[in-house]
């Protein structure tokens, strides 16, 4: 059990809420932005929310930038493309919420089973190609295709995160320094790495190349420990197949994977390919797309009334079966909430069907009287007796835990002190409790049992 500053956490963390959404796990960080995994309470939907600072955009003048990508990404509805769900914002930060890609990297299944089949990697590569070039239909060009933005859904279908967003003039990222902006520039095509001024499309169907690469191979087609030789290897298009590719894949990737951009396969080319032609289904993508501004203009618009609030709430500390086992000696848990326990150690139990709030409330009131300096912060408690005893100052502390949607177990431990003194604490304590202490015969008998 969690142990904070010397006394339990009354309390688990608190959890963040953000209009309807309770905000959860970081997925992953940005320069600008962290991606949280969130619920709509509304609903019980998972998505991902990402979450920008207002000022790090201001200070980067990325603010027409950041606005025309949202409403970019609002252009894009595609099954194999991470969808844009709704933009909020507070004062301080701008929140983007994104359907949730539930089985994370693709890059994570190579890493941890190694290359992909033909058959399987051709899925993937459809389904990657069916997405860019339906963006790139719309103008929407991504520019930063790598592993990390390539996700898949819990069907094991991908999903492409950040189209549009990631295509931010690179220049302006991160301090403006382009090794530094882009990490690895495994996946960008030669005409970025000479700064020459690219076309978009063209860039995008080369890190598709170096996808399907990858996702064959096991391994990247351009890699070096020097970046200087790494550059030149790009630049020259110097890579080798292994023995196990296909003659079709290795010409299609000959095609993709082309220097020179001008004679570069085009989507329509790779349409017309046979190796990516077999078994391929195109997307079914009907629905009608109502796109409007309002919304997007009403985020960065900080007048109030469009801002949602972040508050912070206070939840009582869950429990689950492991943690209540745990807590028992062997698998039988019918001692786990009669009074007494664990004397010896100081740790005393009950469960209560009242609510946390008033559970922290009835405590404070018995508290008190009995002569207790009760410190409750942040809806933790702390109750210190006034006086010296035979080993100390009396020092308490307890915890509340969900065990059950409406069945809360409050534990009390002693923290410093006797005891004997202690016990008889409880005791008395336990009479001022005595509406909301429901020992397990009371439960039995209230249930009929
Ligand atoms: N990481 C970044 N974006 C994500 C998303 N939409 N779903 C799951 N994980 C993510």
Known sequence: MSDIGGWHSYFSSPRTRVGKYEIGKLLGEGTFAKVKLAKNKETGESVAIKVIDKEKILKHKMLEQIKREISTMKLVKH??????????ASKTKIYIVMEYATGGELFDKIVHQGR????????YFQQLIDAVDYCHSRGVYHRDLKPENLLLDAAGNLKISDFGLSALPQQLREDGLLHTTCGTPNYVAPEVIVD????????DLWSCGVILFVLMAGYL?????????????????????????????????FKLLDPNAKTRYTAAQIYKNDWF???????????????????????????????????KEMKPASMNAFDLISLSSGLD?????????????????FTSKKSAKEIVNTIEEAARPLGFNVQIQNHKLKLQGDKQGRKGQLSVSTQVFEVAPSLFMV?????????IEYNHF??????????????AEEADTASGN
């Open 79 to 88: 099954p194999n493309i991470v969808q844009l769900l709704e933009v909020m």
């Open 221 to 253: 087609p351009f890699d070096d420990p020097n970046l200087l030789n790494l550059y030149r290897k790009i630049y020259r298009a110097e890579f080798s197949c292994p023995s196990w590719f296909s003659s079709g894949a290795r010409k299609l990737l």
């Open 116 to 123: 992909l089949k033909e058959e399987q990697s051709r899925k």
């Open 333 to 349: 848990l019918s001692g786990l909430f009669e009074q007494p326990q664990d004397e010896e150690r100081g740790e005393t139990r």
């Open 411 to 419: 534990e009390l431990s002693k923290n410093n002190g006797d005891t």
């Open 196 to 203: 020459k001024g690219y076309h978009g499309a063209t860039v």
């Open 426 to 439: 409880c005791k008395n304590l336990s009479k001022g409790l005595k509406d909301i202490v429901w020992k």
């Open 277 to 311: 032609r077999k078994g391929y289904k195109p997307a079914q993508h009907t629905e009608k797309l109502n796109v409007t501004l309002e919304d997007i203009n009403a985020v960065f618009n900080d007048s109030s009334e469009f801002l949602v609030m972040e508050k």
